[in-house]
């Protein structure tokens, strides 16, 4: 991902912001008496080659990488649904290739969110929501991706298109313009509507868009998308941030996470993949599918 990456992150402070008010308002608004709680783990793509020998054996195809990512990860950041429709038949052949708690989270048509920005596009819409559906149990959120250049003076298209939305399908949302950081009353009136429909939003941890970083929480559910920078000191010290900061979200009330990890070219996902998880298990004792690097497998069937 190129939006926000610096090449000298030197002088970034990559402290996480304190808790939103609001956000811990939501959470009280939906207490997880039970303790309930998911974490997903996803990355931008299953298509990188270069896994191959570290999570996907080294003679694997790439029509079969899908189905051993699935083992590693579950959930995915699917940016091609950005482009164009699927056919019936590739999300049907996607869909049988994963696993029951597998979930997709396709991303909404450029033509809808870039180019129309979200205006006279109905048809559009019902097209890729129905098509969607094909995923059935195995759909997780839909992305909304808004350009950096949409601002808040476009908050009535973007209001009146998450009205209309179906509600039967999960809708996340990406904000990316900083004047939705700056004015609190519209961001309030928007996190209103969504907190009403159960709609998510994304808060992205990137070094060169700190703004971005926002903390607004809507729902039990939240997706964050961290993009790390080769794996250097900073990125793990994120993570332990990260991951208490989600602990003590889940003690409010926090029922479910859909974390992204990103690496220049996808090529280190697995290993910060393989940090998040081994983490986590250890630190505060969550469950879920992540990266086994195949080299440590190697190592550890040798004693």
Known sequence: MDFGRLKDISGVDFSLPEEDPYSQMVLRNHPNFVGNFEFRLGAPAWSCAAWKGKIYPEKSTPQTFLHYYSQYFDTIELNSTHYGIPKAETLLKWKSTVPDYFRFCPKMLQNVSHRKRLINCHQEVIEFTEQMQLFE??????????????????????????????THIPLALELRHDSWFKDHKVLDELSDLMESRGDAMIITDVAGRRDVLHMRITSPTLLVRFVGNELVDSDFSRVDSWLKR??????????????????????????????????????????????????????????
């Open 137 to 166: 149990n195995k759909l997780g959120y839909t992305w909304l991706q808004m350009p950096p250049d949409f601002d808040i003076q476009e908050v009535k298209p973007l209001l009146n298109f998450i009205e209309k939305y179906p």
């Open 246 to 303: 989600l602990q003590h979200l889940k003690m409010q009330g926090l029922q479910e996470v859909y974390f992204f990890a990103h690496q220049p070219e996808d090529i280190l996902c697995p290993e910060i993949g393989n940090y998040i998880g081994e983490k986590s298990k250890s630190k505060y004792n969550w469950e879920f599918t992540y990266p086994i690097l195949r080299e440590k497998v190697e190592q550890q069937s040798l004693f």
